[in-house]
């Protein structure tokens, strides 16, 4: 089961991504352009229109409007201004120049038409800086996995993504885009006029500048998300003579003097009837600043009474929500009815190889027990997480997807899949989430920290999963006699270890573990997860404590009703 190569879930790309989500369509407008996409001239290192002096890159590239320009650039920042001429120009220079081998790589592709790829690649621990001037026409690709990114000018069409700095926009007043901004832990602001038309909370924004128009994309995992305003022509970068540096424009990062727009309503303000966050209809926040940064507090609730059993028909006055002992007014309040965005993670690993007939079934006759407003996706994971499905409520799509999975065989990734799990959720709708996780739950790591080192720890992976406010089930199968007795391929230990935490993923994210202890109770395990599924209550408040220090603040939630027993999470640190 437990293999010694560990998952290596390559960082998700945004390209990607966002073709799982709503906003695939804003990615076809990037890819194919406003106009006609003529393909550009192929540079190749050593060129002639390409110049490299003791580790300096000086490359003007022709590029016609409608083209594509992708800048990949993993160890540094990538800044971009918007220039008057018909090419590009990227600069780079090399910290250490003397240093051989080949360090960046330029290529040409009719995928989409017009594509060039400007690739840096440093050495180990090498940073580098590129500059970047290109036309307005022509659309951006940039993508970095430490460095910063900033963008000043009119662009046409922009994805950009940065797994560890910010990303910063400068942009006329003027400029007319729509715009999907994406942060997943750290902040998003705005300082331009923006009307919202999709997501909208602490870490999405979705929005229309102007009377929006091209595709503005802005993708962080840890770093925040700036909009800010172009303050005049002369901030772009004008044509430069040949051989010279681009003079790049300066961002500003002063304090905004615009009135702040609260993204959460006023504390004893009931918004169970307000519009979905992600209503296509606009709503104008002409002359404020979209400050991302005070989220509501979600709760997950489940009420059960001394039997066990679920207790509905519960409204919003009868929950009492308490941080630190301190009565919190609820603000938002959804009916058990309210539907989930699911995901069903089935572990196919070495000791389920020969179970994986009746794995099969039992996830199709799960796709017939939840809900018909309910969305769901179906993945599966051994060293590497297979998507089998996305979210969908199509039922017998479903059902065909799941039959085609494979047999299993190999390691065991179960930390990294479950993280990459929760990321690709996050990104879907607003609605209420959860994962429903089938495993013995012995990630590699635990027996094998060194041959077998995960990518992201159990700790790691609760403090993410808390983040992301999802309720997680998880369905104990356990393989303790195959592996340990018959196999020999695994220690008591580990299922010890592996038990402790699946019961802490379930308590700490306010879900239930769920045992099966054959591969034939699956049925009933996922009958059990599809009735808990109808008993959970959402609730959300404002927090009268506004100060955000990362202490953990402590949640209780009481209802009034007598002999009752309530289950949600614990609390949360307020970053």
Do not use: C
Not at 113 to 122: A, F, H, N, R
Not at 305 to 322: E, P, Q
């Amino acid at each position: 089961m437990h293999s010694r190569h560990p998952l290596k879930v390559p960082p998700t790309l945004f390209p990607r991504i966002l073709l799982r989500t709503s906003q695939a369509i804003l990615l076809a407008l990037i890819l194919n352009g406003p106009g006609p996409n003529p393909l550009v001239n192929t540079l190749a290192p050593g060129s002639q229109a390409n110049r490299v002096r003791g580790g300096r890159l000086d490359q003007r590239l022709p590029m016609a409007a409608g083209s594509t320009l992708r800048i990949e650039n993993p160890s540094g920042p990538i800044r971009v201004r918007v220039w008057s001429q018909p090419e590009a120009r990227i600069v780079a220079v090399r910290p250490a120049p003397g240093q051989p081998g080949a360090w960046y790589s330029i290529s040409t592709s009719d995928k989409p038409p017009g594509l060039v790829t400007v690739t840096i690649k440093p050495l180990e621990a090498e940073t580098i800086d590129v500059e970047v001037s290109a036309p307005g026409a022509v659309s951006l690709q940039l993508e970095t996995v430490n460095g910063s990114i900033e963008i000043a000018g009119p662009v046409t069409n922009v994805v950009a993504e940065s797994q560890g700095g910010d990303i910063i926009a400068q942009l006329p007043p003027s400029h007319s885009a729509d715009l999907a901004l994406h942060s997943t832990n750290g902040s998003i602001r705005s300082e331009l006029p923006t009307a919202i038309f999709g997501l909208f909370d602490s870490h999405n924004l979705q929005a229309k500048l102007g009377q929006g128009g091209p595709a503005i994309l802005l993708r962080t995992m840890t770093g925040n998300v700036r909009l800010l305003p172009l303050g005049s022509s002369s901030d772009l970068v004008h044509e430069t003579p040949s051989g010279a540096q681009p003079t790049p424009a300066t961002i500003s990062a002063s304090p905004p003097t615009r009135p702040e727009l609260r993204t959460s309503p006023n504390p004893g303000e009931d918004v169970s009837n307000r519009p979905s966050r992600s209503d296509p209809s606009p709503r104008s926040v002409e002359g404020a600043t979209v400050n991302l940064e005070a989220p509501l507090v979600h709760l997950n609730v489940s009420v059960s009474d001394r039997s066990g059993r679920a207790i509905a028909n519960l409204t919003k006055d009868d929950f009492l929500v308490y941080e630190d002992n301190v009565l919190q007014p609820v603000t938002y309040f959804a009916s058990s009815t309210t539907p989930f965005d699911l995901v069903l993670l089935l572990d196919l690993s070495g000791s389920t190889e020969k179970k994986t007939r009746v794995i099969k079934e039992a996830a199709r006759r799960f796709v017939d027990l939840i809900n018909p407003e309910d969305r769901l996706a179906v993945y599966a994971f051994r060293r590497r997480v297979q998507v089998i499905s996305h979210l969908t409520n199509d039922r017998e799509l479903l059902k065909r997807r799941t039959e085609d999975i494979g047999g299993g065989r190999g390691g065991t990734a179960f930390y990294d899949a479950l993280w990459f799990t929760a990321s690709e959720l996050a990104q879907s709708s607003n609605r209420r989430k959860a994962i429903v996780v089938m495993s013995d739950g012995v990630d590699n790591s635990i027996s094998n920290p060194e041959d077998t080192p995960s990518n992201h720890s159990f700790d790691e992976l609760m403090g993410r999963l808390e983040e992301t406010e999802m309720i997680v089930y998880p369905i104990y199968l356990d393989t303790e006699y195959e592996m340990v007795i018959q196999q020999r391929r695994e220690t008591s230990e580990a299922y010890a270890v592996a038990r402790r935490q699946l019961s802490e993923l379930a308590e700490r994210t306010a879900g239930v573990l769920f045992r099966a202890a054959q591969v034939e109770d699956l049925e009933t395990a996922y009958q059990q997860v599809a009735d808990e599924l109808r008993t959970v209550y959402s609730l959300a408040y404002e927090p009268s404590n506004a100060v955000r220090d990362g202490t953990w603040r402590r949640i209780s939630v009481k209802v009034n009703r007598p002999t009752v027993s309530v289950r949600t999470r614990r609390g949360y640190y307020a970053r």
